[in-house]
């Protein structure tokens, strides 16, 4: 029975507009990574912190037939789905994956590859690797908050200026007049 294994959604409209179905599943491998952080120090081995996790690896074998057993012939069919693994590679769009032990969504393919036998030349078995994909939205980076009232304060990495109050005004006032009679001083004792 031939079973859903990639779609394609379109991502304006949200309909399906690709179905890729396949005779069998032959296998599907599932390869999930944690890589550790290396950090170098002056003397000893790296120094290992912290682990980031990495996408899953998807790697599934099917079978495409142009005689499925539960269906009638349809010469062409193997390579039609050949061509359209072609299109996807080339699209670089996201997919949804279908396998008997649930759906995994947002996948992009990868890679693919093809065997043909003598045996069965109107059947192929094609290698599909697929990889989860992140995507973000928005992304919020914290930042150092300053509460100095003359710079403002820092939001969100920009500078939101802040009106001084009258206690500050007065304070930067003395410090001004102080500065500028001190410098009243300096310039009148050297053409003394």
């Known amino acids: 029975m031939a079973r859903p294994v990639l779609f394609r959604y379109s991502p304006t409209t949200g309909e399906r507009i690709l179905t890729l179905e396949a005779d069998a599943i032959l296998e599907a491998n599932v390869t999930q990574e944690a890589q550790p952080t290396d950090?170098?120090?002056?003397?000893?081995?790296?120094?290992?912190?912290?682990?980031?996790?990495?996408?899953?690896?998807?790697?599934?074998?099917?079978?495409?037939?142009?005689?499925?057993?539960?269906?009638?012939?349809?010469?062409?069919?193997?390579?039609?789905?050949?061509?359209?693994?072609?299109?996807?590679?080339?699209?670089?769009?996201?997919?949804?994956?279908?396998?008997?032990?649930?759906?995994?969504?947002?996948?992009?393919?990868?890679?693919?590859?093809?065997?043909?036998?003598?045996?069965?030349?109107?059947?192929?078995?094609?290698?599909l690797t697929l990889r989860e994909i992140h995507t973000a939205n928005s992304l919020i980076v914290p930042v150092f908050r300053s509460e100095h009232k003359a710079m403002g304060v820092l939001n969100r990495g920009k500078l939101v200026a802040k009106p001084a109050s009258e206690e500050l005004k007065k304070k930067t006032d003395a410090g001004l007049k102080s500065v500028l009679i001190g410098i009243a001083r300096a310039a009148s004792s050297t053409f003394e």
């Open 39 to 127: 950090n170098p120090v002056e003397s000893g081995a790296d120094v290992t912190d912290h682990m980031v996790l990495r996408p899953d690896t998807w790697e599934v074998r099917i079978a495409i037939s142009d005689t499925p057993v539960d269906g009638p012939a349809e010469p062409g069919r193997a390579r039609s789905a050949r061509e359209q693994l072609g299109r996807l590679l080339e699209a670089r769009g996201k997919l949804v994956l279908a396998l008997p032990i649930g759906e995994r969504e947002p996948v992009v393919l990868t890679r693919f590859s093809t065997a043909f036998t003598t045996a069965t030349p109107h059947c192929e078995v094609l290698s």
